[in-house]
């Protein structure tokens, strides 16, 4: 139902960084919550980093501390900021949203899904 679509996605040396957005639709975006995925061919998709609408942070123990997510209500956009960047971030990242939140759920649920935009690492 709600349509995303990622850009910011190329290829970056080890060590450098790199900002992906989103871009969503809707009228009630400031009550979404926002996440980003990432997959690697014969991996698992890989939870990253989500945000909710009051602005809380949530990151994948891999990527704290050089990941940062953020969030534009006025823009409907969702932001991935990748510093200190390395080969193990290789992938095709998604951006994801739920846009009905249930804050007593065990867990989001991430129904909407952009078509990704592919992150390569050079070393």
């Known amino acids: 139902q709600v349509q995303l679509g990622e850009s910011g996605g190329g290829l970056v040396q080890a060590g450098g960084s790199l900002r992906l957005s989103c871009a969503a639709s809707?009228?009630?975006?400031?009550?979404?919550?926002m996440g980003w995925f990432r997959r690697t061919p014969g991996k698992e998709r890989e939870f990253v980093a989500a945000i909710d609408w009051s602005y809380k942070p949530y990151y994948s123990d891999s990527v704290k501390g050089r990941f940062t997510i953020s969030r534009d209500n006025a823009k409907n956009s969702a932001f991935l900021q990748m510093n200190s960047l390395n080969p193990e971030a290789t992938a095709i990242y998604y951006c994801?949203?739920?846009?009905?939140?249930?804050?007593?759920?065990?867990?989001?649920?991430?129904?909407?899904w952009g078509q990704g935009t592919q992150v390569t690492v050079s070393s």
């Open positions: 994801a949203a739920d846009a009905e939140p249930n804050p007593a759920a065990q867990r989001w649920l991430f129904n909407s």
């Open positions: 809707g009228r009630t975006f400031s009550s979404y919550v």
